[in-house]
Every structure is written in structure tokens, then in C-alpha cells.
């Protein structure tokens, strides 16, 4: 680095076209982090490496705050400095900490007393100008999305971004730690496998020697994971990328990293113990560490799959608050209320949930209330209102036991139905009773929708908290209709409860399986199970879910000759690292904590990927490209 009279203008001129301006690859590297100095740091003669955050020319003063990885700091440049420094250009300053004046210290900022005088720079290379505003973080909140991952790496800058990515490394660092103390192996398996769809559609890789060969993409390591356990491993884990062919939502992604568990010679409580003490660990240390605005986490709830659903309405409940489901048919056993009725004789339910304080929505919010559940399905929403008994409203009316209702269906009821209904909600003056009458899936969907709106109207679902919990005992197969077959409610090597296997031959809807999830504020965040490791059980249950004996022979010999040589019960369990960081970070869309995400339909505007490819590719892999059926 030169003299800082030769480091302007000059050095940065434009020069005569196809010729390059003098380039040296060597530069002064920093001997102090940007985010580092302190007062105590007075008079030191530093040198720092990092990128033009924010500039400010003074009229010939100019003032750049440099940033890296760890922080900001204040530069000041001599006066009359000729360099022409914008947003984001790469630099090297060297110069001499000095205290800021007291009128212009930063307490919020951790090197806001001190600022850099500079003596040399070098400009290691210039911006150009920005897609967006990369400093300001309000701005940043309306820039398109799409925008922002096409130039993902000028996005990834942010010190808000940053401090998500070093939160999801920290996060798999104290994983690893946990999992390492508990003398687990960290074990890599294929990227390239075998198809044996897992529900979802796979990612397929021609095989280029044997053309209509083919690899997949593992949706999991499901069953390399379980051929570890035979092998006599016992212990394994994995940091896993895994790939699926699916519908995208908020938070999904074709690709994902996901902690990957299995274990030999335990039962379901053995996993659900492990599991409950990691992430209490991990978590805890991570709020704390990152000063996370979230409330420490201790024991998890628990809930069978039957429970949560008739209470809750979903398998994943957001557990911050209560608002539960109440089952109505009972208490309208008698009823003359038509639709009611009707929907008890045919077999099916009504079900219903206290709105607090609801009985002053508008009409126009009620509607809201009533499209939301017959957009998940239901025929309408039924809804009256309790209010004050002293209050003689227009319309209302008071019952025999003192109770005033008002509007809805509430002059379709009896008083007895009416005071049922609300002893069984636990309803008080100024409430709103919703209900939803239909067959069982309709009323889980509706209610389970209407009571997260609620939930959120009311401020019930705090960031500040994470309520995890545990769903366990799911269904081991469900109808398919359309297809008319049972199919697995997680995947095929999930094993029945043993008190449930005589039921394989006579009542394959009622079994339970030994499977279970990790829920945390309405969203799954994990699954496992206990695996079958017996062959003819395994087989067994393949052919429950229509998988022929050619089939099984077909795609998975390998596994069912595998558990001849005496495999050990095991089990295991999968959690999502993008979606804890996002729960963590009370993010809306895991795009948001992934590095290089993929927008809607699987789409890369970065690379431009999904891409097509030459002609000598195709003949290389022995394809051609038929075109698509036209679309009905």
C-alpha cells in the first residue's frame, strides 16, 4: 500500500478500452476486526479490511462506515481526499483509532466511541451501483424478494442476514456437540441412491452408462440409516441434505438440511428423552448466546394423535395458547335446529370454539371468519354471541338461567342447548361461539384455521415464546379413496404397536404405530419412528399398502435381506435445521434462513436454474425430450 496522496483518483481513472489498470493481488491485511475497537484502543495504529457500508461526503470531509463480518466502524478520511468511494466497494484502511468527540458517540452502535483516522487505503474493488438500498434495513423490507435472491450474495452482506446464518452454524455446532458427548457417530450416506419414493415425487439423475437407468436424490436417509443400525453402529447422526419434488410453501423447500438420528436397542421413550434434553440444551445456550428475544424453553408437552386432533383440529398445534376445541354433538343430541340435525343423523359432527371478547366483531369480521372455514372445506361457519344479561340489546334474548344471547343461530336453540353450550365452552358475556358441523377432517381444517386466527386477533401467539411439544401413537395406515389402499401415515418402515399387530388382518385403520412428532407453534419440526426390523413383519406390511411381492423384490431386497442377518430394534427421528432457525427467528418463510434458497416452483434466479441442456447431453445420457401432454 502506497502513500495515501497515491491511493486517490488517479489509481480509480478509467483506462484507454482493453486495457487493464495496473492490478496487484497483494493488499494490507487487517491486524483488527471492524467491530473490535474500543476506547482502550486509543492511539493504536490499525489496519482493517471490510466493505463500504454507508458514505457520507461533508463537503470535502468524507466519513465511511466500514463493515465486516463482526461489526461496524467510523472512518474519517483526510480532508480533501480524492477517491471516489460508493456503497460496498472492497477496501483496506489503515489508520489510528482515536475517541469520537462526546457529541458524536453512538451508544448504540459497540464501537460508537471510537473512529478510525485513516493514513493509507487501498480500494481492493470497486461497487457498482447497488440492485437495492443494502444499508437501509427499513428500505430493504420493500424490496421484491426476487430481486433480492438473484443477487443473493450482495443480500447476504446485511449484518441482519448474517446473524442468521451465523445463528443456524451455531445452532448445528451445539448439535453436534450435544450428539458427540452422547457417543454418536456422525456418519455421511449416499447422495445418490436408489428410488423408492417416500411420498413425495424424487429428484432423478440418469445413469449415463446404462441409459433409462436412473439414481435418485434421497428424501431421506431412511433406510441407509437403518442399514447402519444392522450393521451394528447403534448410534448415528447426520446433518443431512435432502431433496423432494413437491408443492413449495412457506415453509418447505425441494432441498433441505435436516438432523438425521437412529439408534439401536431403545424404545420410543429412549428418543423422546434425547430429543427433549437436545434441544433444551441447544436451544437455551442459542438464546442466550444471540440475545434472542425469546423465553427459555424447558419440558415438552404431550399428546396422542387422537387427543391433538380433537383438540386442536391439526397434528401440529401451536401450544403458546389454550382456545381448545369443544365437541357440541351432545349437547344438541335433541336438537330441532335443522342443519344440526341433519348433521347428526348423517353420522357426522359439531364441533365449536370460544371466540374471548368476540361478540363485538362487525358482521364484515364474522364473514371473514365464515370464508376462512369455507376455504378448508366447511359448508359455513354458525356463530351467536353472549353479552351482558343487563345489556337489552336488539335482537338478543335472555334464557332461563339468566343467560342473554344474541344474533347467529341463537334463535334457533333452546335455552337448554344454549346453556349446554356455553358450560361446555366455558364461554362469559362478550364471547363469540363458533361452530362448524360436518365430517371430521371439514371440522379439524375449519376450526383448526379459525382458532390460529384467534389466536393471532388476539395477540395469543407471542413470538417471545417456543412451545414444543410431542404428538405420538399416529395411525400405522390411512384410506386412500382414490386409489383404494391403505397407505402409510408416515412411511413403511414405521413399526405397529405391539398390542396392535393382530388388527394387520382384520382392522388395519385401527392400529397405532410407535411413530412420533416434534411440534413447535403450529409447525411440525420433527418425526421418527420406530422401525420394523423383522422381515416377514416388514413384508407384511408392504403388502398392506399394495406393494406386490415382485415389487418388494424389486425395491427392497436389499433391506428385507438385510434384517435376516439379525437386525436390532431401532428407531429413530428427523428435525429441520432451516425451519428451528426460523422458528428461532420467528421468520414467515424459511427462505429467509437459508443461504441460497430456491423461490416458488423450485426456481433459482441466481443461477437461472432449473436450466435446459445441450443437445451431446442428452445423447450422452441416451434421452431425448418428448414434449409434454397438453394440459386439460
Not at 398445534?317 to 340435525?341: H, M, Q, Y
Not at 413470538?463 to 401413537?473: E, H
Not at 413383519?537 to 406393494?547: D, E, R, S, W
Request: net charge negative; aromatic share 8%; with cysteine.
Amino acid at each position: 500500500m502506497g502513500p495515501l496522496a497515491d491511493l486517490t483518483m488517479p489509481r480509480e481513472a478509467p483506462s484507454p478500452a482493453g486495457i487493464l489498470p495496473p492490478i496487484t493481488m497483494s493488499f494490507q491485511q487487517r491486524t483488527i476486526n471492524c467491530g473490535e475497537p474500543r476506547a482502550s484502543h486509543a492511539g493504536q495504529t490499525v489496519t482493517i479490511n471490510g466493505w463500504a457500508h454507508k458514505v457520507r461526503d461533508l463537503g470535502g470531509l468524507l466519513f465511511v462506515d466500514v463493515r465486516d463480518r463482526t461489526g461496524l466502524l467510523q472512518v474519517i478520511f483526510p480532508e480533501n481526499t480524492k477517491a471516489e468511494i460508493r456503497s460496498e466497494t472492497c477496501l483496506s484502511i489503515t489508520g489510528t483509532i482515536a475517541p469520537r468527540d462526546a457529541s458524536n458517540v453512538n451508544p448504540n452502535q459497540p464501537t460508537g466511541e471510537v473512529e478510525l483516522r485513516v493514513t493509507d487505503f487501498e480500494i481492493l474493488n470497486q461497487a457498482a451501483v447497488l440492485p437495492f438500498p443494502l444499508s437501509d434495513e427499513k428500505s430493504m423490507e420493500r424490496v421484491n424478494e426476487e430481486l433480492r435472491m438473484k443477487y443473493r450474495y450482495v443480500d447476504l452482506r446485511r449484518p441482519s442476514v448474517y446473524q442468521r446464518m451465523a445463528l443456524r452454524a451455531a445452532a448445528v455446532k451445539g448439535i453436534r456437540a450435544y450428539l458427540d458427548n452422547e457417543t454418536f457417530l456422525e456418519i455421511e450416506t449416499p447422495i445418490i441412491t436408489k428410488s423408492t419414493p417416500e411420498g413425495a415425487r424424487d429428484y432423478l439423475v440418469p445413469y449415463r452408462i446404462e441409459p433409462g437407468k436412473f439414481y435418485a436424490l434421497p428424501q431421506s436417509p431412511q433406510q441407509y440409516k437403518q442399514l447402519l443400525m444392522v450393521g451394528g453402529l447403534e448410534r448415528y447422526y447426520q446433518i443431512a441434505k435432502c431433496f423432494r419434488d413437491e408443492s413449495q410453501r412457506a415453509d418447505r423447500q425441494p432441498e433441505f438440511t435436516q438432523l438425521d438420528i437412529e439408534m439401536s436397542f431403545i424404545t420410543q421413550e429412549d428418543i423422546l428423552g434425547l430429543i427433549e434434553r437436545m434441544t433444551v440444551k441447544v436451544v437455551n445456550d442459542l438464546i442466550a448466546d444471540f440475545a434472542l428475544d425469546i423465553e427459555p424453553i424447558s419440558s415438552f408437552e404431550r399428546l396422542t394423535y387422537d387427543e391433538s386432533l380433537a383438540l386442536y383440529g391439526s397434528d401440529k398445534p401451536d401450544l403458546r395458547f389454550g382456545l381448545t376445541i369443544f365437541n357440541a354433538a351432545e349437547a344438541l343430541a335433541n336438537t330441532e335446529f335443522s342443519v344440526f340435525k341433519n348433521t347428526l343423523e348423517a353420522g357426522n359432527f359439531i364441533r365449536g370454539l370460544r371466540y374471548p371478547g368476540g361478540a363485538e366483531l362487525s358482521r364484515k369480521q364474522i364473514t371473514e371468519f365464515e370464508d376462512l372455514a369455507k376455504s378448508f372445506g366447511a359448508k359455513g361457519l354458525a356463530t351467536f354471541s353472549l353479552i351482558n344479561p343487563s345489556e337489552e340489546a336488539e335482537g338478543s334474548r335472555l334464557t332461563a338461567s339468566g343467560l342473554r344471547v344474541k344474533g347467529g343461530i341463537s334463535k334457533f336453540l333452546s335455552d337448554a342447548e344454549v346453556d349446554a353450550l356455553v358450560a361446555l365452552s366455558g364461554a362469559e358475556a362478550g364471547d363469540l361461539l363458533c361452530f362448524v358441523a360436518d365430517n371430521w377432517a371439514v371440522t379439524n381444517d375449519g376450526l383448526c384455521r379459525i382458532r390460529l386466527k384467534i389466536g393471532s386477533d388476539l395477540g395469543l401467539r407471542d413470538p417471545r415464546k417456543l412451545a414444543f411439544g410431542f404428538v405420538v401413537d399416529f395411525p400405522l395406515v390411512e384410506w386412500n379413496e382414490d386409489e383404494q389402499r391403505w397407505d402409510p401415515s408416515h412411511h413403511p418402515f414405521t413399526s405397529p404397536k405391539s398390542a396392535d399387530i393382530p388388527l394387520l388382518d382384520t382392522d388395519p385403520g385401527k392400529i397405532r404405530a410407535d411413530c412420533y412428532d416434534v411440534v413447535c407453534n403450529g409447525y411440525e419440526w420433527g418425526s421418527g419412528s420406530i422401525r420394523i426390523h423383522r422381515p416377514d413383519l416388514q413384508a407384511k406390511i408392504f403388502t398392506l399398502i399394495g406393494v406386490t411381492p415382485e415389487q418388494q423384490e424389486e425395491r427392497f431386497a436389499h433391506i428385507l435381506e438385510a434384517f435376516t442377518y439379525g437386525a436390532p430394534p431401532h428407531g429413530g427421528i428427523a428435525t429441520g435445521i432451516d425451519r428451528l432457525i426460523m422458528l428461532l427467528l420467528n421468520e414467515e418463510n424459511i427462505r429467509e434462513v437459508m443461504a441460497f434458497p430456491k423461490m416458488g416452483n423450485g426456481y433459482d434466479p441466481l443461477m437461472d436454474a432449473p436450466s435446459t441442456v445441450d443437445e451431446k447431453q442428452w445423447e450422452e445420457m441416451g434421452l431425448m425430450l418428448r414434449p409434454a401432454p397438453p394440459k386439460s
